[in-house]
């Protein structure tokens, strides 16, 4: 049985590598985009005078700040290969009832050379967090960003790939009418699992640290994990800062005994809202070659 570190040792090197310096500015203001508002020192120490419900209610939004982070992150660095056309703007994917029937009730290998018209609509749909098309290859990979799949059940790890690979068959299609008649020949999807838990790489489930695979620059991985780390690491500055900030407020507000001591903080103030953060061409492409699945690891020479 081929092991998942043999297959990442088998994959081949990648020319196009992040250069961290080059990138820098654009990381800062990323950050400070999405910590400056919701999670400002100023804003945290309102959320802590305010009571466990207001802090609650921020500490919730870090997972859903950190979910932009990094989809916003992944295409920064997918934009340095130059042969990769990537799409962020809610690409909004058809699905319908047939297609999810297709899926579920066939083998891949049954429905992998169809393509499905994008303009046939349906009460259902599924938006992906980004799609990389690359040019030379026209190998498309469909991708859903997830911070974490520990909190998830097999069973709607399993409804969303089904979900995907039937909006998947709508993607060469779409690509072509709607964006400067992209040609995809294969479409790939992939659960990116930033967590690095729960993987299933032959089952379309990859780890962050395969990252570098999927938009094929060299190092993708490690940087977004950095980026990660420095998304928290602001978070917990202001999150110390704010909590210095309600403790001198507090004792500012302490009455002093008649002895002319002051009380105890102890005796004064309210339990501690926590010593720290918890990280958490003209015509249509010929139908009948396009084929769909979930992402295969590339191999040493391809290309």
């Known amino acids: 049985m081929t092991t998942i570190q043999s297959r990442v040792s088998a994959a081949p090197t990648y020319s196009p590598i992040v250069d961290l310096d080059a990138l820098e500015s654009r990381f800062a203001i990323l950050i400070d ?5 919701p999670f400002s020192a100023e804003a945290l120490s309102k959320a802590l005078a305010g009571g466990i419900s ?26 340095l290969n130059p042969d990769l056309v990537v799409l962020t703007q809610n690409v909004r994917l058809p699905v319908t009832k047939a297609a ?3 899926v579920e009730k066939n083998d891949p290998k049954h429905y992998r050379s169809l393509t499905l018209d994008a303009e ?18 026209k190998l498309a990979h469909v991708v859903d960003v997830k911070r974490s799949l520990g909190s998830y059940e097999v069973s709607r790890i399993n409804e969303l790939k089904s979900r995907m690979l039937a909006a998947a068959l709508v993607v060469p299609d779409l690509l072509y ?23 299933d790489i032959a089952g379309g489930v990859w780890p962050l640290s395969h990252l570098d695979h999927l938009v094929e620059v060299a190092g993708a991985g490690k940087v977004i ?26 004792a500012a507000r302490v009455p002093a005994h008649p002895s002319g001591e002051c009380a105890s903080p102890n005796q004064s103030e309210t339990p501690d809202m926590g010593a720290g953060l918890i990280e958490e061409n003209d015509q249509p492409p010929a139908r009948g070659h396009i ?9 040493a020479g391809a290309g």
């Open 33 to 37: 985009e999405l910590t400056s508002h």
């Open 54 to 79: 207001e802090a609650g209610t921020i500490l919730r939004s870090i997972p859903i700040q950190e979910g932009r982070l990094l989809e916003r992150g992944i295409a920064l660095i997918a934009d």
């Open 100 to 102: 999810l029937e297709l």
């Open 120 to 137: 046939i609509g349906g009460r259902k749909s599924y938006t992906p967090d980004l799609i990389t098309v690359n040019r030379k290859t």
């Open 177 to 199: 009418r709607e964006h400067h008649r992209l040609v995809a020949e294969e479409v790939c999807v992939v659960i990116l699992n930033a967590e690095n838990q729960r993987s």
């Open 225 to 250: 994990g950095l980026l990660r780390e420095r998304f928290h690491a602001r978070i917990n500055e202001n999150w110390m800062q704010a909590r210095h900030s309600l403790a001198g407020l507090k």
């Open 291 to 299: 084929r769909v699945g979930f992402a295969r690891m590339p191999r």
